[in-house]
């Protein structure tokens, strides 16, 4: 089962990246916010926004771009993973 996991969290990282290139941007951070709910440490997320980034660049002084907003996501993310699993004996939904 294990083994399973980690070849479907690779192929499905490997989708996620290859969407940096054909899909539109949004539509690529919405399914890489998705799997990180999904999967734990999910950092292919900042990886492809960190692509988005380098490819489309964030315009304006302002921005933090798209790698900003999913570094913060995925620790956000994480943050609530173990303060579930605290509340709940151990045990993450």
Not at 54 to 66: E, K, S
Request: charged share 15%; hydrophobic share 55%; no cysteine.
């Amino acid at each position: 089962m294990i083994r399973s996991l980690e070849k479907q969290r690779v192929l499905i990282g490997v989708l996620l990246l290859v969407s940096v290139f054909v899909l539109p941007s949004l539509f690529t951070m919405f399914l890489g916010a998705i799997m990180s709910l999904r999967y734990a440490r999910y950092f292919e997320f900042p990886i492809a926004s960190l692509l988005i980034d380098a490819l489309y660049g964030p315009t304006g002084h302002a921005t933090i771009g798209l790698f900003g907003f999913a570094l913060v996501y995925i620790l956000i993310v994480d943050y609530v993973r173990i303060r579930i699993r605290m509340r709940d004996n151990r045990k993450l939904y």
